[in-house]
């Protein structure tokens, strides 16, 4: 179920992006959360299955110590 929603955000998003317009800050505000929703949503595969697939294990950097944008 994630799968389809994340793929039809997707072509939503190309289909964005393919247009001429300009996206104004409310509607990409809108976009976030709507990712962000759908990332709270969807299940987390289990760290043995990730590998099993073929995942990498990433390093994870603290919040700390991002760099500032």
């Known amino acids: 179920m994630a799968g389809a929603r994340y793929g039809a955000l997707g072509r939503e998003l190309e289909q964005m992006k393919s247009s001429e317009k300009e996206l ?22 289990p760290l043995k299955i990730y590998r099993q697939a073929g995942g990498v294990d990433i390093e994870v950097i603290k919040k700390s110590e991002q760099p500032l944008h």
Request: charged share 35%; proline share 5%; hydrophobic share 50%.
């Open 24 to 45: 104004a800050d409310e509607v990409i505000a809108a976009l976030r959360k709507r990712i962000d929703d759908l990332a709270l949503e969807a299940p987390n595969n």
